[in-house]
């Protein structure tokens, strides 16, 4: 098949633009024109398509850091988020502006909650969305207490690295004022105040609710709404970004099947969280990890690894250089210990795993790049392709030094546009919010840099153009304020870090990225050309759907 359109970017900087795309068992057999490709239309049967003669056809994006699957977990909770929402039906659920809007929601749930004959028996509520940023700030045990103190509460941030609860869920969990658990906050008295910070804490407050989270068939109704939602965006490729946290062998399964019955028109890269391949594992797990790859194919493959290493942008939990927080908070890092880092990356540097290493703050940026330097001096790699993950707060020093050891950044732009104006005021001050997300650092370091969404774990959509908008303008919520104006970057930069930059980012830019010959037949197929629009009207330009290995999938509103 031939597929034709008005204009076509490859991301090929030799042949940049090209009329048409032969395709093949899908791939990529020929760019360029109708007359240019005759070698191979003389001797090949095949069909032009011209139903995209007048539109315009780019690789299909790349997101590479989502969680789509474990969305499923929370959106069928109850949600308090301050944005408007959907339910697992894809029915519209209102946002709550404020904290005290979220509070009176809670109550209301443990109001209409049914009588039951003893505290044993009643079941917790569980609520999602919160965002302390957005909201008003921390909810904590006493708030909770003060809406019951006999029905259990459970709430998660949007941004899943708190859980905040109430007294009688507590108790729940088996935790007590002696418990020694990374990541169990207390009041400044030493009081547990109801927080669950990070993976290891927060495993331990979702034990007791494991199964209303993991509710059957929650993994493959997420894939299926997710599915479209991509197509919505433009997305042929992403990666989940902590593979394992349920159960390696379930999440595995429910992709395939996903894509199996067409619910999921995408190419998946699965990428491990390292604590959970060591506690599963324990010391096979490199051998472990061997064989979870041996299932890979070209839609779904296990891939690299992943370390978080602090806290959240929007929950405020991420850790700071001085001056450090507005009010004095510390933050919080994750659960492998910083001093243990370059022993448990070692291991993978050595045999060639790629290593992700979450970093929301500029301290942790630094603990990753002393981290990235003792590697390098251990075992010295070329093309190693060690990423940052999100690298939202930062400084150009760093960029130069990220270059200058081979690594790369993924980058999450979206808190520029949604978050600056709230967090100048709230967690970080306004130097460091209204430079998050330098890009035009990276770039004059000469460090390759994608851009990512982190769906649907934070108040940001999965939508690259949205991304690439925010990385050319750097306008502020308002619409109006440009937010550190010299981390602007061009659009076809922006283009590159949701294309070829993006595969590069995920070690697929031998196969994905630009429209090659020889690459997988991924595309996405838009109204207006981004080379052409007004940078100002980059997000606006309409998608009419996506190109999985030459399959045609349409947008649906």
Known sequence: KVFTAARIHTMDPGRPTADAVAVADGKI?????????????????HDIDDSFSDRVILPGFIDPHTHLRLSGTFMGLNYVGPIDSTDPQGRPLPSLPDRDAVIARLKSLVNGRNEQSSDDERQPILAWGYDPGMQGGHLDRDMLDAISTEVPIWVMAYAPHIIYTNTPMIARTGVDENSRIHGLGRFADGRLNGWFIETEATAVASRPVR?????????????KLQGQVAVNSGVTTTADMIYGIESFDAEWDDHEKAMQAGDFPLRM??????????????????DAYQKLTERNTDRLAVHGVKYVNDGSYPSM?????????????????????WQDMFERMLPFWKNGIQIHSHANGDETVDMTLNTLSALQQTVPRFDHRFTIEHYCISTPAQAKRLAA????????????????????DSGFGPDRAEATARLGSLQRAGATFALHSDYNLVVAPMHPLTAAWIAVNRLSIDEETVVAPGERISVDRALR???????????????????????????????????????????????????LAGDFHAAKS
């Open 497 to 547: 870090a949701i294309t070829v930059d993006a595969a590069f980012v995920l070690n697929r830019d031998d196969s994905l990225g630009s429209i090659e010959a020889g690459k997988h037949a991924d595309f996405v197929v838009l109204d207006d050309d981004p080379y052409e629009v007004d940078p100002l009207n980059l997000r606006d330009i309409g998608i009419s759907g996506t190109i």
């Open 405 to 424: 050891l081979g690594g790369m950044a993924s980058v999450n732009p979206y808190f520029v546009h949604y978050r600056s104006q709230i967090h100048a």
């Open 211 to 223: 199964e209303q989270l993991y509710a059957k068939g929650f993994g493959m109704a997420a894939l």
């Open 29 to 45: 057999v020929s760019v360029g024109t109708l007359a240019s490709m005759q070698p191979w239309l003389r001797r090949i049967p």
């Open 269 to 286: 890269l699965l990428v491990p969280f390292e604590p959970t391949l060591r506690r599963r594992f324990g010391d096979d797990f490199l």
């Open 317 to 337: 939990t991420l850790r700071l250089n001085f001056p450090g927080y507005l009010d004095g908070e510390t933050g919080l890092t994750g659960e492998v210990p």
